[in-house]
């Protein structure tokens, strides 16, 4: 019997090549990892406190302490996207539009400008504020009622002014003075407002003697710009004897207004003692002194006395360059040269006022 061929067995039969799962596993634990990495970064993205929208006005308030006021405005523009988009709270916002309020007030104050756009920035403002939180703070009303006031409304400051309570007497005080003044520079004065206006201040109770002197004078300006030439003397020489404690700047004035009432009503010879007794009172470079000085000159013109005349007015030309009372007191220089025969230094004076 032949021997058969033996049938060994061969290799397993397999469905593919062999995987080692030990090299595998490593790998998605990987992809995992790196998964649970990323997830961590986006929370802890989320989850970062985000900036303080307010963190600004802490800025603001260290450069408005140090005087920095456009460096203040431009930090407060930096916080309009927060302001626009609701960011902030309402005492967030309150603290924001005051700061800018008094950014821009006294920012311009410090330039020494007084722009229209600026005071309508600063009224704005404050009306956010108040918006935002309430009644304005003492302080800020004033800084509004000025505001108004250079923007021609002397009827809303003199309602801010008379809103300040008995505990703010000085702010309202300094207010009122402030309106008054504003009031007699103007073209249209309105001298009711005005005249009842420093009625009331002269009713305040301990008013010292120079602020009496002060109403007293801006009294008799309004007085005078009226026509009322008489009631402005006999004011004055009722009032001014009750007045103590007064600084010699306040009775000189007061003296040169009494010299003005009686020049006005023709009576040149009162005029000229009232006008030599303020100029014995007023301080070298006071402006007042300057037109007692020039009114004081006129009259000697008008009595003859040229010398004399000359010398007041060219003692005005010389120490008072930049005052009101230098144009007149240049013409009537010129005038009295001329008189005198001194042809060419009234040709040198006339032209001093052209050029003026």
């Given at each position: 019997?032949?021997?058969?061929?033996?049938?060994?067995?061969?290799?397993?039969?397999?469905?593919?090549?062999?995987?080692?799962?030990?090299?595998?596993?490593?790998?998605?634990?990987?992809?995992?990892?790196?998964?649970?990495?990323?997830?961590?970064?986006?929370?802890?993205?989320?989850?970062?406190?985000?900036?303080?929208?307010?963190?600004?006005?802490?800025?603001?308030?260290?450069?408005?302490?140090?005087?920095?006021?456009?460096?203040?405005?431009?930090?407060?523009?930096?916080m309009v996207p927060?302001?626009?988009?609701?960011?902030?709270?309402?005492?967030?916002?309150?603290?924001?539009?005051?700061?800018?309020?008094?950014?821009?007030?006294?920012?311009?104050?410090?330039?020494?400008?007084e722009r229209p756009e600026n005071f309508k920035e600063v009224v704005t403002s404050f009306a956010a504020a108040e918006k935002a939180g309430g009644p304005l703070e003492a302080g800020d009303v004033v800084l509004l009622a000025?505001?108004?006031?250079?923007?021609?409304?002397?009827?809303?400051?003199?309602?801010?002014?008379k809103g300040l309570g008995e505990k703010e007497a000085g702010r309202r005080a300094a207010l009122v003075r402030s309106i008054v003044?504003?009031?007699?520079?103007?073209?249209?004065?309105?001298?009711?407002l005005s005249l009842e206006l420093l009625s009331d201040y002269m009713q305040t109770p301990g008013?010292?003697?120079?602020?009496?002197?002060?109403?007293?004078?801006?009294?008799?300006?309004?007085?005078?710009?009226?026509?009322?030439?008489e009631e402005a003397i006999n004011t004055l020489l009722r009032a001014m004897p009750k007045l103590e404690g007064l600084s010699d700047g306040r009775r000189g004035e007061l003296l040169l207004k009494l010299g003005k009432a009686y020049f006005n009503a023709g009576q040149l010879a009162p005029a000229s003692r009232q006008f030599d007794a303020a100029i014995g009172?007023?301080?070298?470079?006071?402006?007042?002194?300057?037109?007692?000085?020039?009114?004081s000159a006129g009259i000697l013109q008008a009595n003859g006395k040229l010398d004399e005349a000359r010398e007041r007015f060219a003692q005005v030309r010389q120490d008072f360059k930049e005052a009101p009372c230098l144009a007149p007191a240049l013409q009537g220089l010129a005038e009295c040269q001329a008189a005198l025969g001194e042809d060419e230094e009234s040709i040198s004076t006339y032209g001093e006022l052209i050029a003026l």
């Open positions: 019997m032949s021997q058969g061929t033996q049938n060994k067995p061969g290799p397993a039969a397999t469905s593919g090549p062999g995987i080692d799962w030990r090299t595998v596993w490593p790998v998605p634990a990987l992809v995992l990892a790196a998964a649970v990495l990323l997830v961590g970064v986006v929370l802890g993205v989320l989850r970062a406190p985000k900036a303080d929208p307010a963190a600004p006005l802490a800025v603001v308030a260290a450069q408005m302490e140090e005087g920095k006021f456009p460096e203040a405005i431009d930090t407060l523009n930096s927060a302001v626009n988009q609701g960011r902030l709270s309402q005492e967030q916002r309150r603290a924001y539009f005051t700061q800018r309020a008094r950014a821009f007030f006294y920012g311009q104050r410090a330039l020494g400008v000025e505001s108004v006031l250079a923007l021609g409304d002397a009827a809303r400051a003199v309602d801010l002014a003044e504003h009031n007699l520079r103007q073209r249209d004065v309105q001298f009711d008013l010292p003697g120079d602020e009496r002197a002060w109403a007293l004078a801006r009294q008799t300006d309004l007085r005078l710009a009226m026509g009322y030439h009172l007023l301080s070298a470079g006071d402006p007042a002194r300057g037109e007692a000085l020039t009114l």
